[in-house]
């Protein structure tokens, strides 16, 4: 259940709107594939069996600075305004293909093996930030009906495990990053939180036919077995950054289109 909390503090009108209802949680970095669980009982067959999945926008904190353009701000950002709710769709047997959101064409599948065991999973390849989002799984038959609701959270960036290594009889340390980047940034901590990433060196692992790759980072800093270091990564190119449908808004980025609003 969504419901909505107003507060005015002039000039900002600060708007926030809560999902309160406590479900399943996936995380995943953009780029990788996940699988988002859907089981019932009911289903053991193919046969007489509907079922869709859907999404739902996860309502986040938006500050604006005023009324008209909130209005305009939930303009710009109604998904639905642009897209159907649908991502997929089967009945008759088969899976369907109309009217299904098309930012998620040939992203998307269910093993149809794995139906009569009562396994609606739907396998979302390839994530971006756009697919942050509520994921509905509904399905009826004979024998029952059913609805599944989990929220996936795309994440910004990683901290891969901090691995010890000698390289020419110098300890240093190595993370190897799990996502793929078109331009890794990579920041090397110490305990102090000191930034140790001037002492760092970040090569490519494996590279993907998008331009997108994998890294490896080496710590040569006075690396000491018992100090703690953080490697930390994110994607450090905004033009390959997917955008949130749902975000905070910059103060000044949208100001000259509200103008003409
Ligand atoms: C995602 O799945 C596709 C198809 O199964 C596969 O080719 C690709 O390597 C997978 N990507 C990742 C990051 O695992």
Redesign the pocket.
């Known amino acids: 259940m969504a419901f909505f909390v107003v507060l005015i503090y002039p000039p900002l009108l600060l708007l926030l709107i809560y999902q309160a209802d406590a479900m399943d949680v996936f995380k995943v970095r953009p780029?990788?594939?996940i699988s988002l669980p859907c089981h019932f009982s009911f289903v053991d067959s193919t046969d007489g069996l509907s079922f869709t999945w859907e999404r739902e926008d996860i309502k986040e904190e938006h500050e604006v600075e005023d009324k008209e353009f909130y209005k305009f701000f939930v303009g710009l950002h109604d998904f639905y305004q642009f897209y159907p709710k649908l991502i997929y769709s089967f009945s008759n047997n088969m899976e369907q293909v109309e009217e299904r959101n098309s930012l998620y064409e040939g992203r998307v599948w269910v093993d149809e093996e794995e139906i009569p065991e009562g396994s609606l999973t739907l396998?979302l390849?390839?994530v971006q930030f756009s697919d942050e989002a509520l994921y509905i799984c509904k399905a009826t038959n004979s024998r029952g009906r059913g609805l599944r609701k989990m929220k996936l959270i795309v994440e910004d960036a990683e901290e891969p495990q901090v691995q010890f290594s000698t390289v020419d009889d110098t300890l240093v340390a190595k993370c190897i990053s799990a996502g793929?980047y078109h331009m890794p940034k990579v920041t090397w901590r110490n305990r102090k939180e000191e930034d140790l990433s001037s002492y760092s060196k970040t090569e490519i692992l494996e590279e993907k036919q998008d331009g997108s790759y994998r890294v490896v980072s080496t710590l040569h800093y006075p690396v000491l077995l018992h100090e703690i270091y953080t490697c930390h990564i994110e994607e450090d190119d905004v033009l390959n950054r997917p955008v949130r449908s749902i975000h905070r808004v910059p103060k000044r980025k949208y100001h000259n289109m509200y103008n003409h609003y």
């Open positions: 780029f990788d594939n396998i390849e390839e793929w």
